[in-house]
Structure formats: C-alpha cells, structure tokens
C-alpha cells in the first residue's frame, strides 16, 4: 500500500516578511517508529497533550519554510514513510498551515468558485474538532454578524463532559445549519417558505414563513429556532437603536423597526453567511475562530481545502443514519 502524500496547499509569501512568519506548516509525526531526521529545519518538540490531545506519543515539528523543502525534505527524512511498502497506519502525520495562510487560501477558493455558475457550486463548511477550544467566539460572532436577538442561536457550542474525576475531560461541538441535501424541514413546510438551493443552502423565505414551527420539530439537529420579537433592551425605558438595525440574510434587507416585521414570528437558521459569501467574504464564523476550527468552500471545486479535508479519514456527519445528508462535516 502506498504512503500518504504529505503536500502543503500553495500559499502566498511576502518576501519582505521575516521568514518565521512566512513557514508553510507544521509537520507533526509519530517518533516511535520513525528517528528524529537529520535536517537542520527539525527541532525537538515535547508533546503536552492539552495541546494535542489526538497524540499520545512525543512528536516532532519540522519548519519547513516553503513547498520546495517540503517536498524534498520528507521523502529524505521519512523513505518507510513514502515508499512503496509503507502503510497508512505508519503515519500520524498532520499538515497545519498558518491561519493567515488558511484563510488566504479559503479566500482564493472561494473566489474561484463564485466564478462559476450558481449550479456548480456546493458551499460546505468542515469544522475540526481536535482544534475547538470552545471558546464560542463564533457564536458572538454569528450573534453580531446576523443581529440576531434574545431566543434566536444559529451556531452554539455544545460542551459534553467525559469522565469522572479525577479523570475528566470536555469535548466541544459548534453545531450550525447542517444545510443537509434531503432535508426533512422542507418537507414539512405548509408554506413551501423553505427550499434548498441549487448551491447547496437551505434558505427560508421570511415573507412565506407562517411561523408554524414544523421545521424545528423535524429538524433532528435541532438548528432552528424562532424569532419572539424579543428585544435585549426590553423592559428598560427605551429599546436601544442598534438592537433595530436590519440584518440581511439571503442577500435582503429585514428590517426590525417594531415587533410585526418579519423575520419576526418566522423560523430563524444559519444561512453560511451567505449574504457575505456572494460578496467574495467567509462566513464570520470562519474568520473569528481563535483556533482555525472552521474550515469553508466549495465541495465541488477539488483543488478547494474544504474539498481536500472531506475526503479525510477523520470526517463524519452528524446522524447520518436520520438519512438527511448532512453538508456539514466534522473531523474527529
């Protein structure tokens, strides 16, 4: 069986940049069987597993400041690694790119694809599990982003704990919109309000919406909610006029200049930003998570990171037993 192949996606270098901040990744390997290579770019690096908790082993970090001396270095340093004899299981290998590096990259194939026709694309978002800290910095963000008000949550962070102590342990899961490819909220909509579109989204027509509330019972992800028309100001002696500003999800204006409005008594979800993507941006949970948890593209552009990282042994779905289809994926 054939070794892994170890490629770094193509990055932007800044040759005035000093080159510590201009390395092209991380290589992180598994020492038990593999020797510290003789390669001046190697350094020791002691493996804390609050840093790493997916690596059990010491491992090493290899800086290695551009594609060439990736390629040429590890067949040199590793030869078991990448020859013809070597296995899978070998490797505990993993390629981290720099964020500014990941997000230019995000960037570039989001341009790409928007490009193309609306057809051909299929926005996906990959979220890493390994890296959420579960700091819910992408739920103030979707919160600011979106103005979304008291009630309505399009991305919590779901913490479960392990353990008991003193062995214990927390996992975090960011669960936004799995804008899934058979989705059951638009099956039972009276109103046909909700539709999935051509580019992969699941979108809701406020204007449509009866606030029936069907869609929250039969989404199994429970990534719905509805809009009250509750304000964060309510019961003080004026409602403040941030809290009026419009959003504008789907590429529209929602105003919130009284409790009639829509999306006001309308079912509320994540939409991927997608007023944002159409503008050549990510989606703002993309951009504010602290640990490059959250990964965004088109998954049928193949040259796209987001198309790269499904094809992970790590990646699974949310419940795909529900028979749904998920769009969003997650590495374990």
Same mark, same amino acid.
């Given at each position: 069986m054939?070794?892994?192949?170890?490629?770094?996606?193509?990055?932007?270098k800044n040759e /005035?940049?000093?080159?510590?901040?201009?390395?092209?990744?991380?290589?992180r390997?598994?020492?038990?069987?593999?020797?510290?290579?003789?390669h &001046?770019?190697?350094?020791?690096? @002691?493996?804390?597993?609050?840093?790493? &908790?997916?690596?059990?082993?010491?491992?090493?970090?290899?800086?290695?400041?551009?594609?060439?001396?990736?390629?040429s270095?590890?067949?040199?340093?590793?030869?078991?690694?990448?020859g013809p004899?070597?296995?899978?299981?070998?490797?505990?290998?993993?390629?981290?790119?720099? @964020?500014?590096?990941?997000r230019q990259r995000m960037? /570039?194939?989001?341009?790409?694809?928007?490009?193309?026709?609306?057809?051909?694309?299929?926005?996906?978002?990959?979220?890493?599990?390994?890296?959420?800290?579960?700091c819910?910095?992408?739920?103030?963000?979707?919160?600011?982003? /979106?103005?979304l008000p008291?009630?309505?949550?399009?991305? @919590?962070?779901?913490?479960?704990?392990?353990?008991?102590?003193?062995n214990?342990?927390?996992?975090?899961?960011?669960?936004p919109c799995?804008?899934?490819d058979?989705?059951?909220?638009?099956?039972?909509?009276?109103?046909h309000?909700?539709?999935?579109?051509?580019?992969g989204?699941?979108?809701?027509d406020?204007?449509?919406?009866?606030?029936?509330?069907?869609?929250?019972?039969?989404?199994?992800y429970?990534?719905?909610t509805?809009?009250?028309?509750?304000f964060?100001?309510?019961?003080?002696?004026?409602i403040?006029?941030y809290?009026?500003?419009p959003?504008?999800?789907?590429g529209?204006?929602? &105003?919130?200049t009284?409790?009639?409005?829509?999306?006001?008594?309308?079912?509320?979800?994540?939409?991927?930003?997608?007023?944002?993507?159409?503008k050549?941006m990510?989606?703002?949970?993309?951009?504010?998570c602290?640990?490059?948890a959250?990964?965004?593209?088109?998954?049928?552009d193949?040259?796209?990171?987001?198309?790269e990282?499904?094809?992970?042994?790590?990646a699974r779905?949310?419940?795909?037993?529900?028979?749904?289809k998920?769009?969003?994926?997650?590495?374990?």
């Amino acid at each position: 069986m054939a070794g892994p192949e170890f490629t770094v996606p193509a990055t932007t270098k800044n040759e /005035n940049s000093p080159k510590e901040h201009s390395y092209a990744g991380y290589l992180r390997i598994n020492i038990s069987k593999f020797p510290l290579p003789n390669h &001046p770019s190697c350094q020791d690096f @002691p493996y804390k597993k609050s840093h790493f &908790p997916r690596f059990s082993r010491t491992s090493i970090r290899c800086i290695l400041h551009n594609q060439e001396e990736i390629s040429s270095t590890i067949p040199a340093c590793y030869p078991k690694m990448t020859g013809p004899n070597s296995k899978e299981e070998d490797s505990m290998a993993l390629i981290d790119i720099k @964020p500014h590096e990941i997000r230019q990259r995000m960037i /570039n194939d989001l341009k790409r694809a928007l490009k193309k026709p609306v057809y051909k694309r299929h926005w996906a978002m990959v979220i890493d599990q390994a890296k959420c800290v579960g700091c819910t910095a992408c739920t103030t963000a979707c919160v600011s982003e /979106n103005h979304l008000p008291p009630g309505v949550v399009y991305r @919590p962070v779901v913490e479960t704990e392990h353990g008991t102590y003193p062995n214990v342990h927390k996992t975090f899961l960011p669960r936004p919109c799995m804008q899934c490819d058979d989705p059951p909220c638009v099956k039972v909509c009276p109103a046909h309000a909700t539709w999935k579109r051509t580019d992969g989204i699941v979108e809701i027509d406020y204007n449509r919406c009866i606030g029936c509330r069907y869609c929250i019972s039969a989404c199994p992800y429970s990534a719905r909610t509805f809009d009250k028309g509750y304000f964060y100001t309510d019961g003080t002696p004026e409602i403040m006029p941030y809290e009026k500003e419009p959003n504008f999800e789907y590429g529209k204006k929602w &105003p919130r200049t009284d409790r009639e409005s829509s999306p006001i008594g309308n079912t509320r979800k994540c939409t991927y930003c997608i007023h944002k993507v159409e503008k050549g941006m990510l989606p703002a949970c993309v951009t504010t998570c602290i640990g490059d948890a959250t990964y965004f593209g088109d998954a049928n552009d193949p040259k796209s990171l987001v198309a790269e990282l499904l094809s992970s042994p790590r990646a699974r779905k949310l419940r795909e037993e529900e028979g749904t289809k998920p769009t969003t994926t997650y590495l374990v």
